[in-house]
């Protein structure tokens, strides 16, 4: 169980073009959803967290307006990199999260990997 | 503010021999702490967190606040155990943000 999927795995785009990312939770409602990015060789740096229903949380330094994310339903989240350049390309990690309480696991997604040409 | 350090970006261990990745934290109070693995093209998962004291795939890891060390052991290390570990901890006052450490990939030699 607690398996989150990921759509695309990779994706190459034009600069200056926009790509969508999926994030769903297959078996379980997620209450919360987290978008990483994690840059060759480096750590995973978290950039949002979002709450079905409601804007998502950004982290410092992230651009609201550059990646947008939408989280329609509880086992649904996207992250939309609008105007991509060169420098988004990344891997970008979902994770998500079932019910809330002091610490619940989060479950990793496979990642998508970003290309932008 | 909270900090996890790990310091080897990469750690080779012969199989057999005993491994100990490092883990070094900064946080106010008492902290919880995680290790996850990412084994190749594999997703990111939890090994093991502090709290519940279990053992995962011969792994242990002690919670240290003397020397506000983690670090994750095991005594005879395996071909399978190659991969990149991740220690982690929740951010203060927001516990569903978790803060990861750079990583170390460990890398089991034959």
């Known amino acids: 169980g607690a398996v989150v999927s990921q759509h695309p795995s990779w994706v190459i785009c034009k600069s200056g073009t926009s790509v969508k990312i999926e994030c769903r939770s297959l078996d379980f409602q997620a209450t919360t959803m987290f978008w990483y990015r994690q840059f060759p060789k480096q750590s995973l740096m978290l950039m949002a967290t979002?709450?079905?229903?409601?804007?998502?949380?950004?982290e410092q330094g992230v651009e609201k307006d550059k990646f947008l994310i939408n989280h329609a339903s509880l086992t649904l989240s996207t992250l939309t990199v609008t105007s991509a350049h060169p420098e988004d390309s990344s891997f970008y990690i979902c994770?998500?999260?079932?019910?809330?309480?002091?610490?619940?696991?989060?479950?990793f997604g496979p990642g998508t990997r970003l290309t932008v040409l | 503010a909270q900090r996890v350090t790990q310091p080897e970006k990469l750690l080779s261990v012969f199989k057999g021999a005993p491994v100990e990745l490092k883990c070094n934290y900064s946080?106010?109070?008492?902290?919880?702490l995680f290790w996850y693995v990412q084994y190749s093209r594999q997703r990111l998962q939890l090994l093991l967190r502090?709290?519940s004291r279990e053992s995962i795939k011969g792994f242990t890891a002690d919670l240290n606040k003397g020397e506000t060390s983690f670090h994750l052991k095991k005594p005879f290390a395996q071909e399978e155990d190659s991969a990149m570990y991740y220690c982690?901890?929740?951010?203060?006052?927001?516990?569903?943000?978790?803060?990861f450490g750079k990583g170390t990939r460990l890398h089991i030699l034959p």
């Open positions: 982690a901890l929740p951010a203060l006052n927001r516990d569903d943000k978790i803060i």
């Open positions: 946080y106010s109070g008492s902290p919880e």
């Open positions: 979002s709450n079905e229903g409601s804007k998502a949380t950004y």
């Open positions: 994770s998500a999260r079932a019910g809330g309480g002091p610490w619940n696991e989060q479950f």
């Open positions: 502090h709290i």
